[in-house]
């Protein structure tokens, strides 16, 4: 495994033009189901390209402590020895989640129908992130969890006998819809999930690739419980979430011109290269193919001259962790852009309207907050310092920031990145970022 240097903070400033070929690391989403669904199989699964983040480790490392048998032999690959659908151990300590939202929701689904009880933990961003949004649909399928007023640490109490459930969620969530799916594999008879706007299917798509009947359409996921899971190889496209930012670095800094290889581009992750186009964005989208079972393409990025636009409401669950580096783009871009029905933001690793808003008005740009998004006007960045709350995404968001600033931008806490996206640093320096640890 590689181990997270350790970065507590940056110096961002005035860099580029971009230049190159850029690789960005593995899905995050992705790497988490493969292990997940893997470890429940019957046999023995080849994971390649899975991300060796922070995240996606303590995943890996929950399902170890669940005697589940993980090979490394070499990095971004993992041979999973899957021990079946009722093959977990109990555990004896607490799990320890980490920073991962997606690993503790998808989790509890996933133990609530297990035969021995277990605790899921997590660090202090994610100890604040509510759960009640997994607990009550696990709850009404027959599931015992007890949380502290719907907050981490979750006691799940095995040995229930979960039932199917018709579930219309009132959040467009993936890790909703994938708790209660994934719960729906011990689950009697049907589980149905509806939610109020598509969300990224990963868990759909990758329950039918280990062989799992299911039924699903955008919007809409069915299962019933009774099969079992075939072992399989995946491979793990990158993560369109990490290339986000080398996709609004090349549109901001001028003189940029970068081809982003083989980015997964599952239509329910997009959002932000539609919002950026509308902006008057520069990307050419090249040589579209496929790798395991989902849309990659290289995108071909250069530098434009952006204006602000109101970002449609429709586009916002297809952009969901992009806004921290979307912020960034409309900081840069001439005019207003105006953010809303983007609520969910606030309830991610940090505040992040309230983490941008306050990172950019320190850096000279006026943002006007809502309870569900932001307007954010356009206008020269001087350098500042900025906090990143522990938030891997608003930390290199800044970073982007840093290079079209008229002095230093110093970035605090930036840690984090090893969660998402561990070699962020040198990789932008290797495109033409000015940036430096401090
Ligand atoms: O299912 C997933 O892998 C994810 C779903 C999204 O969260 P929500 O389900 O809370 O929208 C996203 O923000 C997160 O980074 C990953
Ligand atoms: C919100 C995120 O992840 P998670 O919910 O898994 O912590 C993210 O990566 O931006």
Do not use: C, N
């Given at each position: 495994m590689i181990a997270a240097e350790p970065r507590e903070a940056w110096v961002a400033s005035p860099g580029g033009p971009l230049r190159g070929e850029v690789h960005v690391p593995g899905d995050k989403s992705v790497s988490h189901r493969a292990i997940m669904l893997a470890a429940i199989a019957d046999g023995t699964s080849r994971i390649e390209g899975f991300l060796e983040g922070e995240d996606t480790l303590a995943t890996a490392r929950i399902f170890e402590k669940l005697g589940v048998r993980i090979e490394v032999p070499g990095a971004s690959t993992r041979i999973v020895h899957g021990v079946g659908l009722d093959g977990l151990q109990a555990p004896t300590h607490p799990l320890d989640c980490g920073n991962a939202g997606t690993g503790m929701r998808l989790l509890?689904?996933?133990?609530?129908?297990?035969?021995?009880?277990?605790?899921?933990?997590?660090?202090?961003?994610?100890?604040?992130?509510?759960?009640?949004?997994?607990?009550?649909?696990?709850?009404?399928?027959?599931?015992?969890?007890?949380?502290?007023?719907?907050?981490?640490?979750?006691?799940?109490?095995?040995?229930?006998?979960?039932?199917?459930?018709?579930?219309?969620?009132?959040?467009?969530?993936?890790?909703?819809?994938?708790?209660?799916?994934?719960?729906?594999?011990?689950?009697?008879?049907?589980?149905?999930?509806?939610?109020?706007?598509?969300?990224?299917?990963?868990?759909?798509?990758?329950?039918?690739?280990?062989?799992?009947?299911?039924?699903?359409?955008?919007?809409?996921a069915r299962l019933s419980g009774g099969h079992r899971l075939r072992a399989t190889d995946v491979s793990v496209p990158a993560d369109f979430s990490s290339a986000a930012f080398f996709l609004v670095a090349a549109c901001v800094i001028p003189g940029s011109d970068i081809v982003l290889r083989r980015v997964g581009m599952n239509p329910r992750r997009t959002g932000l290269l539609r919002v950026l186009r509308a902006m008057g964005a520069h990307v050419d989208i090249e040589a579209m193919g496929e790798q395991g079972g989902e849309a990659v393409a290289d995108l071909h990025v250069r530098y434009a001259p952006l204006h602000g636009i109101d970002v449609p409401v429709d586009a916002v669950p297809d952009m969901i962790d992009e806004f921290p580096a979307l912020f960034v783009a409309a900081a840069c871009a001439s005019g207003t852009t105006r953010v809303r029905g983007a609520a969910e933001l606030r309830v991610k690793e940090s505040d992040r309207i309230a983490t941008m808003a306050s990172g950019l008005r320190s850096l000279g740009i006026a943002v006007e907050e809502t309870e569900d998004g932001a307007a954010i006007h356009g206008g020269p960045l001087r350098g500042g310092h900025v906090a990143s709350h522990g938030d891997h995404r608003v930390a290199m968001a800044f970073a982007i920031a840093g290079q079209v600033c008229d002095g230093e931008v110093q970035v605090c806490d930036t840690a984090n990145v090893a969660t998402s996206f561990p070699a962020f640093d040198s990789l932008a320096r290797s495109t033409g970022f000015a940036l430096r640890e401090s």
């Open positions: 509890a689904g996933l133990l609530s129908g297990q035969r021995f009880d277990s605790v899921l933990i997590g660090d202090g961003s994610l100890s604040r992130r509510p759960m009640r949004r997994v607990l009550d649909p696990l709850a009404r399928m027959g599931a015992s969890i007890a949380a502290h007023d719907g907050f981490p640490p979750l006691k799940i109490a095995g040995g229930k006998s979960l039932r199917g459930i018709s579930y219309a969620s009132d959040i467009a969530s993936a890790q909703v819809k994938s708790a209660v799916l994934l719960a729906g594999l011990h689950a009697k008879g049907d589980t149905e999930v509806r939610e109020p706007h598509p969300t990224r299917d990963y868990t759909e798509r990758m329950l039918r690739a280990f062989g799992w009947p299911i039924e699903f359409s955008p919007g809409v």
